[in-house]
């Protein structure tokens, strides 16, 4: 089947080019779909599609591709998350589109996400890319991300906490997380002026063993406590255990701390 269309549904638009689909696979080429209630940036969902079928069946040969694309009006936002955000969040909502973008390529053995973009103008950014293998299998499954992220003007998520005495300053964050199996691992770096924070985590739900350190240097508290006196502050964190249930002999925990004022 091959068509090129362009279907007015009520405010809705949609285009699409090269469509093909049989029993066995499905293929869109450059689709757009364009929705909204007279918005004047209405929301859009612009990409390409490869869907093989078999891709989701484990040890085969089907392959699944897609780089898709898409900008979600404030309007739009508000009424996909109408039935879970809170009223009081909805009308503190920034007024600003929410752009993605995601490619990714591969099958439920091994996927590839070569794109995960996440942008709102002013208040965040974040990029990502990464895989994932074995997907289906919990014991075995793989995957490996890395992240960099910035943010700005998160006033809105202060005003809903009720925060009147705490800033969310603009930051950045550069941060790798790793899944094997049952074992977990993340690190990152978050760096705000002059001032760095560097942390790291390990656990391993086989035996609920864990890992944490955390590092800060010349991290100026005021950015945060704006009323604050105590400045800039160098401290470590360590903490290192297993176990969760107090009662039991088995469970061990141990902790460091050391302030540099």
Partial sequence: IGTDTNIPLSCTSLRAENLYMDTLALSLHHFGITTGKHDASPSQLLGSIYFDFNSLTSKSDGRLSANIEA???????????SGFIPADLARIYPEQPLNANISLNGNIDSLHID??????PTAFNLQGQGYVADILATDSIRAHFTWIASTGKLDFVRRYLQLSEINIPSMKLEAETRINGNKYEAEATINRGHGTLQTQAYIDLNNMAYNAELYANEINIRDFLPNDSLGKLTFSAKVKGHGTDLMSKA????GEFNLKH
Avoid: C, K
């Fill in 115 to 120: 794109t995960i973009h996440l942008q709102m």
């Fill in 71 to 81: 900008a979600l009006s404030h309007s739009e936002i508000l009424d996909i998350a």
């Fill in 251 to 254: 469970t061990g925990f141990n």
